[in-house]
Each structure stands twice: as C-alpha cells, then as structure tokens.
C-alpha cells in the first residue's frame, strides 16, 4: 500500500475512534470548483468489524462510517455515520451539545473563522447548519457546514461544502444600494409565470420576482442563473436549423458517471480534463454533432432549439440547448446532450418533457386581469435587497452586490398577494 493512503488511512482511525471498525474500501474522486481548479478527494469506508458485507441492496449497513479527505488541503470534508449510529470509541464528542465546543471544533477542523467565514443558519435538536459568508456578509455560489451529533454527544455526520473565499478574492466594499435606487429593475424582474398547484391539480397565473444580483455600483447585474451555471460553460446561444433530416434511428450507449482517478494523480493534482478549455476545432464538431442528433430524434424540430452552452463532465462534453419557444410556466422545455468527448459523437440525452408533460393533465390558468403595473404596486413593499458578495466569473473575484428578491407574488386572476412558498 502506498505510504500517503496508509497514513491517511491511520489518521482516520484514530481521529474518529474506529477501533472496532475494519475498512472496507477506498477510492479515489476529483471536481473542479468555480476558481477551475482541480480539488482532489480520498473517500473511505470503514464497516463495523461485526459487519462483513454489504446490505442485499448494494447500500452500506448500518454504522458504516464514510469519510471524505481533501487531498488539496488535508482537511476532512465529511464524516457520515450511516442512519446516525456510531460504534466509535472515543473519536469526536460534544459533552452536553455544548454549541461553543462544536464552533471551536468547526473552526480547527476548516481553519475557517466563525462570524467571518461561516455564520449559523438553522438548529434543530442534535443539527447545527451554518452557512458560508464573508465578514458576515452571505456569499453566492453559498457553501454549508453540517454537523449532527446524537444524543450521546457523539459525532454522527460533518460535511463542508463551498469555497470560503480568502481576503485576497474578494473586492471589499461598504454596501450603498437601496430599493429607492434600482426600483426600476425591480419592476423589470417582476415576470408573469404559471405555476402548478398540485393539490388543486391547476395552473395559476402569478406575478413573480425572477431573483437577480444588482452590483453595488449599479452599473450591471448578474442573473442567479449565470451564478449557478457559469463554471467552464461555454456560451454559444445558436439557433439550430437543417434543411433534412437524417432517417436513421438514434442509439443510446451507457454513460458512465464514475471516473477512475489513480493515487497518482491525486496526489500530484493532476488538472482534470473538466478543467480545460473547450477549444475551437471541438466547438465546431460538437455543433455539428448536436444538429445530426436533433435531425435524428427531433427531425421536424428545425429552427425549434438553441444551443445554449458546452460544458465538460467526466469524459463527456455536455450541450444544453433550450426550446426556441417557451411557454409561461416556471419550468421550461431543456434538452442535454452528451458527447463522448473524446469521439465528439453524441451518446446520450435527457428532455425534460416527459415531466413538464404532467401539467398538461392540469385545468388551464384562469385569464389575468391584473396588470404588471398595478401587481409591482402591492408587491413592491414585499421586495427582499440583501447585501451578497457575488462571485463575478469575469473578474475572477467576489463582488458586492445585493440581491433583489420577494418570497411572495401576485395571482394575476383575482390580485390576492400569496406566499411563493404556499404554491
């Protein structure tokens, strides 16, 4: 066995007090996060040692403990003690749920400062959930701690997610928006969307915001949509159109989600291929690709889809296109294709229509009878303006922005104002 994984392995074991734990496997992941840089990840099981095998269903028994380290920084990302039991000896344990002990904890185990870098989100009964933020300002894309400890005490599950940026990646500001200032955007966001009712198996018309990050110096905005999908996406928007279609019947191949990664670029943080740029010759084979799929599956769709993006995932380079027409609904029509990116041929695809087709069986929305104007009138002492530090893709740094939002909106029938979450 090699020297790094063996002491990894002996690390954990006495860390976490799986003196009556054997390990039953290890392996080996990586992703690239929104700096597009590889991070590195060396995952454990460890059985009970009165449990030799895995439950009929592939599933880890109960007890198992799984447990995640981040080669890049050699701090532990997560510890999940399988349906919350623990046979750990010692390990990690918070006499009398003391909330001060597990922040302590916290804060050694990430080298994050708490009120700085992570702040305290939800708590329920043996859960604590903090969430990321920047000298307490809240953070997007956001990172979350977990940690759930059982009545004992004892440590039963820790995750960390998300970049909690360093002074050096954010642009400090002092925060100077006001509604006042951008109340005409906020009108702009304010969209008219059928959202379906599941209890009343009906569409309603409603007035609501499409939340949006407004820069402190209101010079631009950064759509929420850019945020979640902007890591290494290539923006292409482009229509598709063909004259023929291609009379041959598509064939799906498998698509494999797991990639092997050797101790060897592990350790040496090989770049991931996910990394890389997509490159001009591959832009233009993936076009064609897409166009050949869609004269095969969709051969009477010509002029009915945009190429939205290209992204990589895992030996695959994946093109989302949209439908050229959309209806008013909160869900819209969305097409991935993948491409083995190494063939550049398309193997596979997900539509999302056998979904969206459930409303279909819903009774149609009543006619709107209020106006945009005189919804964004009750709405708009509803509007949320919360200060965010945003990461900006094309600065390569945190911004400060705020981030224009209502939990409610308007039924465009009748002009009852509701609660988002009630729909």
């Known amino acids: 066995m090699d020297k790094r994984i063996k002491e990894l392995i002996d690390l954990t074991k006495v860390k976490f007090g799986l003196e009556q734990y054997h390990l039953q496997s290890y392996s080996f992941s990586r992703y690239v996060n929104i700096f597009n840089e590889t991070v590195y990840s060396f995952g454990m099981e460890w059985f009970p040692n009165l449990v030799t095998e895995e439950e009929d269903d592939g599933s880890n028994p109960e007890g198992t403990a799984v447990i995640e380290v981040n080669l890049n920084t050699g701090k532990f ?34 080298g994050l400062t708490y009120g700085k870098q992570f702040q305290l989100h939800q708590e329920e009964e043996g859960e604590m959930l903090f969430k990321e933020c920047f000298e307490g300002i809240a953070v997007s894309p956001s990172g979350f701690i977990e940690v759930k ?18 002074k050096e990646k954010v642009k400090e500001e002092t925060y100077t928006l006001s509604f006042n200032k951008i109340d005409h955007l906020a009108k702009e966001q304010l969209k008219l969307v059928e959202f379906p009712l599941y209890e009343k198996n009906k569409l309603f018309p409603v007035y609501a915001v499409e939340e949006i990050y407004v820069k402190n110096d209101q010079t631009s ?9 902007a890591n290494s996406y290539l923006k292409i928007d482009k229509t598709i159109h063909w004259d023929k279609p291609i009379n041959k019947p598509f064939e799906r191949k498998e698509i494999s989600w797991i990639e092997d990664v050797s101790a060897e670029q592990a350790f040496s943080c090989e770049p991931s291929p996910v990394s890389f740029p997509i490159t001009k010759v591959e832009q233009e084979k993936c076009d064609l690709a897409v166009k050949d799929f869609l004269r095969q599956e969709y051969p009477k769709d010509s002029g009915n889809w945009i190429l939205k993006t290209l992204h990589r995932d895992k030996g695959y380079i994946h093109a989302i296109l949209r439908a050229n027409k959309q209806d008013n609904r909160v869900f819209k029509r969305k097409l991935v294709i993948m491409i083995e990116a190494k063939s550049l041929r398309v193997v596979n695809y997900m539509d999302n229509k056998p979904m969206l087709e459930v409303f279909d069986q819903f009774q149609a929305p ?16 509803l509007f949320e303006l919360k200060p965010y530090y945003v990461y900006d893709f094309k600065q390569k740094q945190y911004v400060l922005c705020g981030k224009l939002d209502s939990s409610y909106g308007v039924i465009a029938s009748n002009g009852e104002v509701i609660a988002l979450d009630d729909l």
């Open 366 to 381: 009543d006619n709107a009878t209020i106006t945009k104007e005189e919804a964004y009138e009750k709405l708009k002492e």
């Open 77 to 110: 990302e997560s510890v999940i003690f399988v349906m919350g039991k623990t046979y750990a000896k010692g390990g990690v344990t918070f006499a009398n749920h003391n909330k001060k002990d597990i922040i302590k904890w916290l804060e050694h185990e990430t």
């Open 221 to 229: 905005t950064i759509p929420f949509e850019f945020i979640v999908d």
């Open 149 to 166: 400890v059982n009545p004992e005490g004892k440590l039963t599950s820790f995750s960390v997610s998300g970049q909690f940026p360093s």
